[in-house]
């Protein structure tokens, strides 16, 4: 069965990074793309890009533009989002989610990973 | 990119129906045939109710649907059950990024 399990929450200061890791298992990893969302507590759902797990090529949301950075470790069916410079905002559970074909048509998605930005 | 217009909120009785409208502009909604649904329960993971306008997912009961007419899409709940009380999100491809509706909680009341 499809699963994507996510690394563990994290508490991280203002000003730091953050690498968040999504390893699936289930089905070949390159052939569908993978997407990060992210959801800020008691907010709704943001998309913050998407990775293509075939080629590597990436495409992110103009707000997280020179912050975020996405990759794949594809020997291992795992990929990564890292956002940089935290801010308090930056607050929230991120989640990898799979796309089954064009159009976020997400039905398989992470655990979701807390992460707290605080001084 | 502006985020989509959905109704903060909506509620109906058991067995009734509800619509939850999502609109937004000929560079989404209205421009790709690429409309998505999400339910999520408090606390747990956002669930695919419907993608493609108007597709569901293997799984999904047929009481929930999807149209689209111009910039508004619509997802319609029939026979509203008390498993159903969830937050509804919409989903559009802009041509080169997606943009999420801000949640519409359904009440069954």
């Known amino acids: 069965q499809v699963q994507l399990v996510q690394s563990g929450a994290e508490v991280k200061e203002p000003g730091a990074s953050v690498k968040v890791s999504c390893s699936a298992s289930?089905?070949?990893?390159?052939?569908?793309?993978i997407h990060w969302l992210r959801q800020a507590p008691g907010q709704g759902l943001e998309w913050m890009g998407w990775?293509?797990?075939?080629?590597?090529?990436?495409n992110y949301a103009q707000k997280f533009r020179g912050r975020v950075t996405m990759t794949l470790h594809t020997s291992i069916s795992t990929a990564y989002m890292e956002l940089t410079r935290l801010i308090s905002d930056d607050t929230a559970v991120y989640y990898c989610a799979r796309e089954s074909s064009p159009g976020l048509n997400a039905a398989y998605w992470g655990q979701g990973t807390l992460v707290t930005v605080s001084a | 990119q502006s985020a989509l217009t959905q109704p903060r909120s909506v509620s109906g009785s058991p067995g009734q129906s509800v619509t939850i409208s999502c609109t937004g502009t000929s560079s989404d909604v209205g421009g790709y045939n690429y409309v998505s649904w999400y339910q999520q329960h408090p606390g747990k993971v956002p669930k695919l109710m419907v993608y493609?306008?108007?597709e569901r997912p293997s799984g999904v009961p047929d009481r929930f649907s999807g149209s689209k007419s111009g910039n508004t899409a619509s997802l319609t709940i029939s026979g509203l059950q008390a498993e159903d009380d969830a937050d509804y999100y919409c989903c559009s491809y802009t041509g080169s990024s997606y943009v999420f509706g801000a949640g519409t909680k359904v009440t069954v009341l």
């Open positions: 289930g089905y070949t990893f390159t052939d569908y793309s």
């Open positions: 990775i293509f797990t075939s080629s590597g090529g990436t």
């Open positions: 493609d306008v108007s």
